[in-house]
């Protein structure tokens, strides 16, 4: 193979997982660059083509519109940018890569069979491909402008006090977890809120619709927690790691064990990318959550009639920069795009207010991401980890780590802006230069704790303490319960081994819950049910919930789900009606719906209403919420369903709607699946665990690991789907990969 220094082994198990052995890192990763093109040349091409704006070029003209978006917020740009500032070991890591996936490219017999379906051959890989990789995850986990979008106009709209009331996001669980570290809540506005609901039942369904579809939801996010040798069996640290991320065949990441020189990595590697972006080495182990940090901001725009083409800077007035893009578009005529920039970043093409803003992004700037995790291979201790992580740019995560020496940590990565007279909560203008960033906290000054007096660490997405003078870290973090119940788990836990901390990651208690049930039943007395059947079946189904989401529970969690949205929708459209005249693309999209909501049900006179029908109101939403899920399973008594028939595993590949009875073959089996949006074991809709892990380092042989589908991206693949029966099923398999079922020599080109 061209550019191979050496020779190279690949052997590979029964499960299709490859052990790349090399002399040098450069050449393992070329051999991981082809095996990855043979596994998942379809799925890596559609990763590089949605970040650049370029899928209409081979899907036609439904994709214009992300391909717009994508060209508009300049992201191709940025990743040109980015491959031009790397360090040179890290460039020729890429360069490296590169050419592995054009060695199998250009040596393969056939193409994967959606490129067959789809007529077309993929192009040669650049490195600059990776890079738009790297920037489509930062899209998934870093993009807050919906959060900032929402906060601004309910700046605008509402009275200050309500704004600040429902902006909060510290919900029972994370002031728990927090203790009195945990900031005071916002008193409540009940003056103005009572005004507002009663202002929302003159209105009727003014606002209707005004929740997004991700408020009060679960994020792509994660669990992570790493336990120190006081708490095991043996006195090994242990790791364990499961990202939440939207599922899809095949899955998002690709598994590999690298041997090079003295270097022994296993974990997971996303297709397109050469690090190993969870796993170990032998000497640490390290995981990733989505650290839900804000590392954006909405720039609002200065402009003038008078100067057209022109907005308000600092240092005067200047012309916005303008290039135009074609969009080729497969079937259609190509689509000009004019991309404007700012010396903030690029123009929104939504505008906020009615007035233009500029998205100021850490994933476009060009000195804000790297791969800098690449050096994880070469980390020997906790304090070598940190400082790796913490160097490295990237999408901002939590890090979790297990040393081999029994000592665990916590740390970020990523970059985090210093901001000066804003703290990015809301959209501001910078143009009078006293808003703005200036520079990224420096590493050194990032949060983390090492050896922590009760012998683990837990991130779930939650807001965690970073100590007086820390950096804020963002707005809008995940429900706390998650970490709570992990947390209260680990506490209890003597003893812990790999098995032990697998079975935490399967936990489907849901007491988040708890309080729409016992709400729910209050309601429910004999004066409400009589001659209501429908009420009668709903009592019975959460009465004999057992608190649950085990596929074999009662449906009655399916009904709280329902009911608790239904509220938040009744509730948030009397308190909203005058967000939408503002801006008319306005929807709520905080996470944190529980807990303004939770404060106004515990009062009872703050809901949309009539005065002192609070009882009847609450009973009339179950009703509904009874009768749409009993609807939607063919009319069968909610008392007599289980919850797996409600929640089912829902993972589809990108092409199985385009084409007649594609979706059998495509597609995994829709099947009832424990777990729920609100559990440690996650599993909601599109939502699940794209993998889990549990491993000490150097203890590798006894490491588990789980993730959907399987390895292959080709349907025509016994390694396609493999690995979906131990996952749904949550029977553990090995980290490490097993004996070889086949070997690939790579020799240098002659």
Not at 353 to 373: E, I, K, M, N, S
Not at 570 to 592: I, K, M, Q, R, V
Request: glycine share 10%; proline share 8%.
């Amino acid at each position: 193979m061209g550019g191979l220094e050496g020779p190279v082994r690949v052997a590979t198990d029964g499960l299709g997982v490859p052990e790349i052995r090399a002399a040098s890192r450069q050449d393992a990763f070329r051999a991981l660059g082809y095996v990855t093109a043979r596994d998942r040349l379809f799925q890596m091409d559609l990763l590089r083509r949605k970040s650049a704006g370029r899928l209409a070029e081979i899907l036609g003209p439904p994709l214009v519109e992300g391909d717009a978006r994508q060209r508009l917020y300049g992201v191709p740009r940025a990743a040109a940018a980015i491959v031009a500032r790397l360090p040179a070991d890290q460039r020729a890591a890429l360069d490296a890569y590169a050419q592995g996936v054009n060695g199998y490219l250009e040596g393969a017999r056939a193409l994967p069979l959606e490129c067959e379906l789809l007529r077309y051959r993929p192009e040669p890989w650049r490195p600059e491909d990776s890079v738009l990789v790297v920037l489509g995850m930062f899209q998934a986990l870093g993009d807050s402008e919906e959060q900032e979008r929402t906060r601004t106009v309910l700046a605008h709209s509402l009275p200050p006090a309500v704004a600040a009331f429902l902006s909060a996001d510290v919900d029972r669980y994370t002031r728990a977890l927090l203790g009195p570290q945990a900031p005071a809540p916002p008193p409540m506005p009940v003056d103005d809120l009572r005004a507002l609901s009663a202002q929302g039942r003159r209105g009727g369904a003014a606002a209707s619709g005004v929740l997004g579809a991700s408020a009060g939801e679960p994020p792509a996010g994660s669990n992570g927690w790493a336990v120190a040798g006081t708490r095991t069996v043996d006195g090994r640290a242990i790791l364990a790691n499961d990202m939440h991320l939207d599922l899809g065949v095949p899955n998002v990441w690709y598994r590999a064990r690298l041997r090079y020189a003295d270097v022994d990595l296993a974990g997971v590697v996303l297709p397109g990318v050469p690090l190993v972006a969870v796993g170990t080495n032998r000497h640490v182990a390290w995981g990733l959550t989505s650290l839900e940090g804000d590392v954006m901001d909405l720039v609002r725009l200065e402009t003038d009639p008078g100067r057209p083409g022109e907005y308000r800077t600092p240092s005067g007035w200047r012309r916005f920069d303008v290039a135009r893009e074609a969009i080729k578009v497969r079937g259609g005529a190509d689509v000009a795009v004019d991309v404007r920039a700012t010396i903030w970043g690029p123009v929104s093409p939504r505008p906020l207010l009615g007035q233009a803003v500029a998205v100021r992004w850490t994933a476009l700037d060009p000195g804000a991401v790297d791969l800098g995790l690449l050096a994880m291979d070469r980390a020997r201790t906790i304090e070598e980890a940190v400082s790796v992580m913490n160097r490295a740019a990237g999408p901002t995560n939590n890090v979790l780590l297990a040393g081999r020496d029994g000592r665990v940590a916590w740390t970020i990565t990523g970059r985090i802006p210093q901001r000066r007279g804003l703290d990015g909560s809301v959209s501001l203008p910078w143009a009078d230069g006293r808003a703005g960033w200036d520079d990224y906290v420096p590493p050194d000054r990032l949060p983390r704790v090492l050896d922590p007096p009760a012998g683990f660490v837990v991130s779930a997405n939650n807001r965690v303490p970073t100590g007086e003078g820390g950096p804020a870290l963002g707005h809008d973090f995940a429900n706390g319960y998650r970490a709570y119940r992990i947390t209260e788990r680990l506490r209890e836990a003597r003893g812990a081994t790999e098995a032990s901390l697998f079975q935490i990651q399967l936990d489907a208690r849901s007491e988040f819950f708890d309080f729409y049930r016992d709400l729910a039943l209050a309601a429910l007395d004999e004066r409400a049910v009589a001659g209501r059947p429908l009420l009668a079946e709903a009592r019975r189904a959460l009465e004999a919930w057992d608190g649950r989401a085990e596929a074999s529970s009662g449906a009655g969690l399916g009904l709280l789900v329902r009911f608790r949205r239904m509220l938040a929708d009744e509730t948030f459209a009397a308190w909203l009606g005058g967000c939408a005249p503002a801006d008319p693309t306005f929807e709520f999209a905080l996470s944190d719906i529980d807990t303004p909501l939770q404060r106004a049900l515990e009062r009872r006179d703050l809901l949309p209403a009539p005065s002192g029908d609070w009882g009847p109101f609450l009973a009339t939403v179950l009703e509904k919420a009874a009768a749409e899920v009993k609807r939607r399973q063919g009319g069968r008594p909610l008392d007599r369903l289980e919850w797996g028939a409600l929640n089912r595993v829902q993972i589809a590949h990108p092409l199985s709607g385009a084409f007649a009875g594609a979706a059998p073959p495509l597609d995994m089996p829709a099947e009832p699946l424990s777990g729920c949006g609100f559990c440690v074991r996650m599993a909601a809709g599109t939502l699940g665990a794209s993998e889990r892990l549990v491993v000490s380092p150097g203890r590798e042989g006894d490491a588990i690991f789980h993730m959907p589908a399987g390895q292959s991206g080709e349907p025509r693949s016994p390694h396609y789907r493999d690995q979906q029966r131990a996952w749904v099923e949550g029977r553990p398999l090995p980290l490490l990969p097993g004996p070889a079922a086949r070997e690939l020599s790579l020799a240098p080109a002659r």
